[in-house]
């Protein structure tokens, strides 16, 4: 007798025909954010690099001038001055921005019990509004405010921290200090979590105090991360505005001598009457200046590299 064969499993059938793929499918879910790019981003670029070369006004279409505006810039003094408010809002902000957060990040790093209250009030600045941040600095630092009180009763008198050209810019400087740490803090505590533990080990066990960890271990395992820190927050302290607006004013301080180059953007170019063309010339050595600082800062990162 012939042994039975073994019951084989039923196959499905094979479809007839697949559907293809329409070549624009990806292009169809891409469109979205392709709108909305081109719409609030692109346009605007574009548009503002074509009226800098003109003499368009807010109620005027202008026409073209050529180089007219930009050649207007080098006998502007108030151009000159923003310049120099933001070039010294760069060298204010960014060293504390690079250093203080890593410190904050070191501190708060280790799991202790009520750590995380710390973490959280460290961050609270980020999250509140810098309109709202801005205004509570002006009243602490006003000439009634609390810091000049408790000046005052210490013997040492009011200060005008905000009536001062220089006072005024550096108090702008600690506001965006203050508001930027926790932000930066997180980014630093992403980095120094993936820094080996050996590390700290064997450079504990080769008799390296604290101090000659950090700049031996530490700082080389998130150099890329400081980098990272230093090209934004350079780019960000250049185009400052509502920190210096909110406790300077339209007028930019005593005389607009603490007019910031993104100040004079908005002065220049709003308004019935306001110099869209000129504005636009301003946006673009904005523009330029800014990419220039993110170049510098990579370069520098690869010549200490190499």
């Known amino acids: 007798m012939a042994a039975p064969t073994a019951p084989t499993r039923a196959q499905h059938p094979v479809p007839t025909r697949i559907r293809r793929q329409l070549p624009t499918s990806p292009w169809l879910f891409a469109a979205p954010g392709l709108l909305v790019t081109g719409a609030f981003v692109l346009y605007p670029f574009v548009s503002t690099l074509v009226n800098s070369f003109t003499d368009r006004r807010t109620l005027l279409p202008g026409h073209f001038v050529g180089l007219a505006n930009f050649r207007e810039l080098l006998h502007d003094d108030m151009f000159w001055t923003g310049l120099r408010n933001s070039t010294l809002y760069v060298v204010g902000v960014v060293p504390a921005l690079v250093v203080l957060p890593l410190l904050l990040a070191l501190l708060v790093q280790k799991n202790i019990p009520g750590i995380t209250f710390f973490?959280?009030?460290?961050?609270?600045?980020?999250?509140?509004?810098?309109?709202?941040?801005?205004?509570?600095?002006?009243?602490?630092?006003?000439?009634?405010?609390?810091?000049?009180?408790?000046?005052?009763?210490?013997?040492?008198?009011?200060?005008?921290?905000?009536s001062d050209q220089w006072l005024l810019l550096l108090s702008a400087m600690a506001v965006t200090v203050w508001k930027g740490l926790g932000y930066y803090m997180v980014i630093y505590l992403a980095a120094l979590a993936n820094v080996p533990r050996e590390l700290h080990e064997a450079a504990a066990v080769d008799g390296a105090g604290p101090v000659r960890r950090f700049f031996s271990v530490t700082v080389p395992a998130v150099r890329s991360t400081m980098v990272l820190v230093a090209a934004l927050s350079s780019v960000a302290a250049f185009k400052v505005f509502s920190e210096v607006y909110l406790m300077a004013g339209p007028s930019g301080g005593p005389a607009g001598e603490d007019t910031t180059l993104v100040m004079l953007?908005?002065?220049?170019?709003?308004?019935?009457?306001?110099?869209?063309g000129y504005a636009s010339a301003l946006s673009v050595v904005v523009f330029a200046v800014t990419v220039a600082l993110m170049l510098l800062v990579l370069r520098a990162d690869r010549g200490e590299e190499a």
């Open 119 to 162: 973490r959280s009030a460290f961050y609270t600045p980020v999250v509140a509004s810098v309109v709202v941040v801005g205004l509570i600095w002006v009243w602490l630092l006003d000439e009634r405010g609390l810091v000049n009180s408790l000046l005052e009763t210490v013997g040492v008198g009011r200060v005008g921290f905000l």
């Open 265 to 276: 953007v908005q002065r220049t170019g709003t308004g019935l009457t306001g110099r869209v």
